[in-house]
């Protein structure tokens, strides 16, 4: 049976500083949050489980919301901080932070911006398994067309790569998602879908938000944003529903958890 995993990185949404736009943290909570909000009710209501990996600092903000989501989704960590990180402190911390509020044993870890973190670091952390590895060439950020597409281990850690296609490693990616005509994204994802029989896919919360006040953020990060792109999603998770597939999390498929 062909499985998949929505997998969300619930963070303040810094996107504007990247920028140069100013925004407070409340603010960035608050976008994050009427995002999540409206994700957590699409979820709810179309039975779709999702691995959600999420900063300490929001869910300290969002306690209440966090224990509602660990309801139904699997909870992993997006380190403490989403603009800082010391791997000596926050991974652990992050993942202490989130069992406690949630009740979960957390599991997965997700750092953000994909950004390149030792496997050993992580497994010392008391992780069982990493989705920090974009198996693709984005311009600026990262070349990892060198690494494996499929799930391996490093250095005794899991480590589970985002979905690429599985030619021309085009990532399918939540930029991607929102660029794309979505009958072009769904020939990668049924090309993926049959030769990974697993795949997953990453969005953001501040996506699901409206987005159109922040102008001087890039047309591709917010050309479709808030209701439009949920509208979008749900055409895609009813076209995916007509695969057959089931929709799924990181701990179900790869560690044996039911
Ligand atoms: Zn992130």
Sequence with gaps: MKKVVFTIDLEEFDTP??????IDLEEQLKVSTEGMLRLKDFFDTNKIPATIFCTGQYAIRNKQLMKDLAAC???GSHTMYHGSF?????LVK???VLSKITGQQILGFRMPRMANVQARDILEA???YSASINPTFIPGRYNNLNKPKFPFREDGLLQIPATVSPLIRFPLFWLSFKNLPLCLYQIFANNSLNYYETINLYFHP?????LSSYEKIPKFIRKISGKD???KLSNFTDWLRTKNVIFTTFEKVYLNYD
């Design 17 to 22: 500083l990247d920028h140069g736009i100013k």
């Design 73 to 75: 989704h699997e909870i």
């Design 86 to 90: 010391d791997p000596k402190i926050d």
């Design 94 to 96: 992050s993942r202490e």
């Design 126 to 128: 008391g992780f069982a």
């Design 206 to 210: 501040w996506e699901f938000a409206d």
């Design 229 to 231: 792109l949920l509208l």
